[in-house]
Nanobody, 124 residues
Framework: QEQLVESGGGLVQAGGSLRLSCAAS????????MAWFRQAPGKEREFVAA???????YYLESVKGRFTISRDNANNTLYLQMNSLKPEDTAVYYC??????????????????WGQGTQVTVSS
């Protein structure tokens, strides 16, 4: 059974860094489009970053230059390196895999596989 498990969240001061991990079981993550989303209280789930099987990467405009999505194919793991964190980055972060249509990678509704989420809190 397909399973995604996130880890690496926590509390950090503004300007700090965190690295999130998403361990994928079942199908290999290397050939799939994988993504990170986040959801703050009272807000809709928001696209953060995606990486395609061919290696192309995409980012939410507000995280460009601060966040980096990557994958370790040998360990079937997706990462999100987050630097220069801001209080507005506070949210539960989710990894997701296999959008129904790759072109719609930024739409949460396209994904059937989700992790349980990991909380990221950035204090000012």
């Amino acid at each position: 059974q397909e399973q995604l498990v996130e880890s690496g969240g926590g509390l950090v001061q503004a300007g700090g860094s965190l690295r999130l991990s998403c361990a994928a079981s079942g199908r290999t993550a290397s050939a799939r489009t994988m993504a990170w989303f986040r959801q703050a209280p009272g807000k809709e789930r928001e696209f953060v970053a995606a990486i395609r099987g061919i290696g192309s990467v995409y980012y939410l405009e507000s995280v460009k230059g601060r966040f980096t999505i990557s994958r370790d194919n040998a360990n079937n793991t997706l990462y999100l390196q987050m630097n220069s964190l801001k209080p507005e980055d506070t949210a539960v972060y989710y990894c997701a895999g296999d959008p129904k249509f790759i072109a719609f990678y930024s739409r949460a509704s396209e994904y059937d596989y989700w992790g349980q989420g990991t909380q990221v809190t950035v204090s000012s």
